[in-house]
């Protein structure tokens, strides 16, 4: 049949990788582009990518930036446009997250297929690693600072603070402390010996690392081995238990993607070979319960899999029919949320888990990680015309998800996706507190390293007879190196209210 003038499809794509040279002085760092340009670059690729070129870019009637933390701009979708001779009539700021990227094209291509728009421009950037740079060398970034008269870009995406009172109260802020908690519960979970649940994780990341070792645009493209990634040393120390450095997400890094996004009219005006064009088909998005220890187990994803259930029924296939995958690999607890829900296995030799290298070796900008995973998933796809891809995205502490599935070939109908959050809302949860008091078993653990690889404090969390999660908070330096020893999900700890607990 006909394709619908306004089906929604990606015609073109661009990724940049800055690597400074080595070593990087002062003056190079005076020198790096800032932020928006790297963007600008990498849409200038997307055009390139496109056929369009630049004449497709300034057609662009919604420009969209991924929320960034190297540098604050009070409007960086204005600034792009500027510098693409674009004047879209909406300009996109995200919230925090990196489920963002997927989200802004689910809703770009809603937005293309009711008419609402032809020409999207989805972009991100994070130059992480120059603003290290620039602290070591003391040096000021001549970046744009924009005034207060700057018009406001349009905000999308709940920026919700993702942790509560009670876990603030014991160190549970950062994804490096929330993070190991999913790993340790998976662990018991699985009834797996922690040698055991290393290597496993560890031969998964080398995977991830032989794929990163083949991409041109990694940070870090060099394979590593299994004992390599779980093994702590001198380049590798450990920071929550139990995950070393290379099992942590790499968010040190300059690094910029950009999607070109349009209808099949506009593809064809702007005379795009259909070749290039990928249509996104269907989409599912929810948050698992907001915060981490209100949740039921700390072991799964439920979010997850009904997000991936939603997107398979929308499009009519399901998780046989895809061949190519790019699961969100922040941390390997992430992958394995992602696999155990969606159906995957973790070790198929014939359908990798990444399409990039993942977090750690392709490299984390921050919140704009999947819109690379996209890119590169629309590059692989135009490998293998026909075929089916699926990305995942995730924000916060495994908290926001998004899955998307992707095609040259278009969906059956129009591509559709759906929130499916009442479903999640109606799922088990539980409470959770600092005040517990008495003798309990410990449920899941961390314990969080220094700088110099040693251990600084431990985190603990322990159900109660009547459900309640408690949380707390150890650091009796013995304790915490009875943990390192021998597994700690099962075992006795006294809780003291007040957010402190000790072994018994």
């Not at 057609?59 to 979708?77: E, G, I, T």
């Not at 645009?217 to 060099?222: I, K, L, N, Q, T």
């Not at 300059?254 to 999607?259: E, F, I, N, W």
């Not at 006795?492 to 209210?497: M, Q």
Request: net charge negative; charged share 20%.
């Amino acid at each position: 049949m006909p394709l619908d003038p306004r089906t929604p499809v990606i015609v073109g794509v661009g990724q940049l990788t800055r690597r400074a040279p080595s070593p990087a002085g002062a003056d190079w760092v005076l020198g790096a582009d800032e932020p928006v340009d790297m963007m600008a670059e990498a849409m200038r690729r997307a055009g390139r990518d496109s056929g369009g070129g630049d004449a497709l870019l300034a057609r662009a009637d919604r420009v969209a930036v991924v929320s960034l933390m190297s540098w604050s701009y009070r409007n960086p979708a204005l600034m792009l446009a500027e510098r693409l001779g674009a004047s879209p009539a909406d300009l996109i700021l995200t919230g925090t997250g990196g489920n963002n990227p997927q989200s802004l094209v689910d809703q770009t291509a809603a937005d293309i297929l009711a008419g609402r728009l032809d020409v999207a421009l989805l972009t991100g950037v994070e130059a992480m690693y120059t603003r290290r740079l620039a602290r070591q060398h003391q040096v000021q970034l001549a970046w744009t600072t924009q005034g207060e008269d700057t018009p406001e870009p349009r905000r999308v995406g709940p920026d919700r603070a993702g942790t509560s009172e009670a876990e603030l109260a014991i160190g549970m802020v950062l994804p490096i402390q929330i993070y190991p908690l999913f790993e340790n519960a998976l662990r018991a979970a699985a009834g797996e010996g922690i040698e055991e649940h290393q290597v496993k994780i560890s031969k998964l990341y080398a995977r991830f690392s032989d794929v990163a070792a083949g991409n041109p645009y990694a940070w870090s493209p060099e394979a590593l081995s299994a004992e390599e990634i779980r093994t702590p040393g001198p380049d590798n120390r450990m920071v929550g238990w139990p995950y070393p450095i290379h099992m942590n997400s790499n968010i040190q890094v300059d690094q910029a993607a950009a999607v070109v996004m349009c209808s099949v009219e506009a593809a064809r005006a702007a005379g795009v070979p259909e070749d290039r064009w990928v249509f996104p088909r269907s989409g599912g998005e929810a948050h698992d319960h907001w915060f981490v220890s209100e949740r039921d187990n700390l072991h799964s994803s439920p979010a997850i899999r009904l997000c991936g259930e939603k997107a398979f029924e929308l499009d009519g296939s399901s998780i046989d029919d895809v061949a190519h995958v790019d699961l969100y690999s922040c941390f390997p607890c992430a992958v394995q949320f992602g696999a155990e829900a969606l159906g995957l296995g973790l070790d198929e030799a014939d359908r990798p888990l990444t399409v990039t290298g993942g977090l750690q070796f392709f490299g984390g900008p921050g919140n704009n990680y999947v819109m690379h995973s996209i890119a590169t998933m629309c590059e692989r796809l135009r490998r293998d015309p026909g075929s089916l891809g699926l990305v995942s995205a995730l924000g916060w502490y495994a908290t926001k998800h998004a899955v998307g599935l992707y095609s040259t070939t278009p969906p059956a109908g129009a591509f559709r996706w759906e929130n499916v959050q009442e479903a999640v809302h109606a799922l088990p949860s539980r409470p959770a507190t600092n005040d517990a008091e008495g003798e309990s078993v410990i449920e899941t653990y961390t314990v969080m390293h220094d700088r110099s690889g040693q251990p600084e404090y431990g985190i603990v969390t322990a159900l109660l007879h009547d459900g309640t999660r408690a949380l707390a908070k150890l650091e009796d330096r013995a304790a915490l190196d009875s943990l390192l020893a021998s597994e700690g999900c099962g075992r006795p700890v006294r809780l003291l209210g007040q957010a402190k607990a000790e072994l018994i």
